[in-house]
């Protein structure tokens, strides 16, 4: 291909044109950059329309809990074989039979934490008075875990991921009972949570033998609070990913999810990123509503809930 910045006798121009040429390179780089910002960012703009619009805004007043629905099994590092549980949430009265399943899982380390962590609770009810039907899910725990890391950690990681991906599995295979739209499953989840949701998003080739083997992995969006990718790497074709992260958070490094962007970026995905200015771990009390209108708009245009 010529040169576009020699003369057509191969000459190089004067200094003067050089210096142009540069100029005109650099805007031309900063126009492309705004437009890539642009577009990565759409999503965070709120869908129009008139309130309430569903999946938008909490259109409904109560919400059912079913609590300690199983949806697999699965044998952990000491050998014994834990029962997996999940707690639905669905909007009361709602008359809609395929709604958007989010997933939610929980922090602790690998160690500890529970489905009814107070984040996840808050989320499972604001995003089931929206329209979703939501799953706060249990999965297998390490007691080495991984604060400080040990040796059982890469392992609960894995096992973390395999849980979660049979819980996708789960609810496709009973998607009718739940009144679930099947193309449309994210996840999302807090610190070790977050970091299985988004190994879900890039890892749905490993799937792991947890239950339900006879139905797809895949999820269509993940977001994840105070968590990156660990144990695994984004591949092209996965799903986009929404992280927010603290910019002072010294338990999950901010960089750590700075990286995993960056990574997802270079596989030719979606990766966003909104920064929690000075929020440290998990900063979701500080930072909820800018957590949940962010994940809101998030999800309505990457599960395209505007042509539900």
Known sequence: MPNPFLSHSGTARSSNTRRR???????????????????????????????????????FTTVTKTEDVTYGWAWNQEQVEVTLKVD??????????KRPLLILVHGGSFKTGSKTSPELVDQANVFAKKGYVTASISYRLSK???????????????????????????????????GIDTERIAITGSSAG??????????????GNSGTSDQPSTVRAATSLSGCAITTSPSAGEAPV?????????????QCAISSRDAALAAGLEA????????????YVAFRTT???????????????EHT
């Open 291 to 305: 957590i949940l209108d962010h994940t809101t708009n998030f999800l309505y245009w990457k599960l395209d809930l």
């Open 242 to 254: 929404l992280y927010l992260h603290g910019s002072a958070d010294v338990v999950v490094q901010y």
């Open 21 to 59: 040429s540069r100029r005109r390179l650099a805007a031309l780089a900063l126009a492309a950059a705004v437009v890539a910002t642009a577009a990565c960012e759409v999503q965070f703009v709120a869908p129009e329309g008139d309130a309430p619009l569903r999946y938008r805004d909490e259109v």
């Open 144 to 178: 080495g875990g991984c604060l400080p890391v040990s040796a059982q950690c890469p392992t609960a990681i894995l096992h973390a991921k395999h849980d979660a991906l049979a819980a996708v599995r789960y609810f496709r295979a009973n998607a009718g009972t739940y």
């Open 272 to 283: 966003n990123f909104t920064t929690l200015d000075g929020g440290g771990h998990v900063p």
């Open 194 to 207: 977050a970091i299985t949701a988004v190994n879900v998003a890039y890892g749905a080739d490993d799937p």
């Open 88 to 97: 639905v949430y669905r909007p009361d009265g709602d008359t809609e039979t």
